[in-house]
């Protein structure tokens, strides 16, 4: 379906109770696994015995979940949910009506030096049909390591892209950092429109303006 390499190919369905049957699982969670997913299907294992890939310091295995839905929203609390349960890193295809999302987190170690890994921001693409969906992705790096991080790029597209060589942890910090900004901007605008002191108007306007320099310098 992505196109890669048929030697990834896996092909194994997994019950989602696996992702909710946890006993600390919310029951507003449980009931978005029950309502928003129709099935999931582990599609792929990208790993150095399926790909002539070396293994990463980092990444060891990118898995790819295909996972059906009732309609074309998920609630991102359920990629989280999947996340945390899988030691590895996962590229997520939604599908939906014969239209396809890709989606990735950038997914780290944890500081507590447990095999859990954290999710900072998730990205994706836009909805694709199956043809376009096949070049969304290409496998380019030597280690896995860089084969997942150019994946996070390719899936991100114009958000992570920068002229200098810079780690992707600082560019994903960087793209947080600026849709803070974009939200602060956003919620300012909207109580200049609602406030009626010409004074607060333009102190909110002076805000703002400070706001899109910072936005310009990130």
Do not use: C
Request: proline share 1%.
């Amino acid at each position: 379906m992505l196109g890669l390499p048929q030697s990834t190919e896996y092909g194994k369905k997994i019950p989602k109770q696996k992702f909710y049957g946890n006993i600390n699982i919310t029951a507003n969670l449980k009931r978005i696994f029950v309502e928003q997913i129709k099935g999931i299907s582990w599609t792929n294992k990208i790993a150095s015995s399926t790909v002539n890939v070396a293994d990463g310091q980092e990444v060891h295995e990118i898995e790819v979940f295909e996972i059906a839905l009732t309609d074309n929203n998920l609630d991102e609390a359920v990629l989280l949910q999947i996340d945390r349960e899988i030691p590895y890193h996962i590229i997520y295809v939604l599908a939906y009506d014969g239209k396809y999302q890709v989606w990735i987190g950038y997914k780290e170690k944890s500081i507590s030096g447990s095999n859990a890994f954290k999710v900072s921001t998730y990205y994706h693409t836009d909805w694709l049909t199956e043809d376009k969906l096949q070049d969304t992705l290409k496998i380019v790096g030597t280690t896995l390591d860089a084969v997942y991080e150019n994946f996070v790029k390719q899936v991100a597209g114009d958000r992570l892209q920068s002229d200098n060589s810079e780690d992707l942890k600082i560019l994903v910090e960087k793209d947080n950092r600026r849709k803070e900004i974009e939200k602060q901007i956003s919620a300012l605008q909207s109580k200049i429109r609602k406030e009626k002191q010409l004074n607060r108007q333009m102190e909110m306007n002076e805000e703002v303006k400070r706001l899109r320099k910072e936005l310009e310098k990130v």
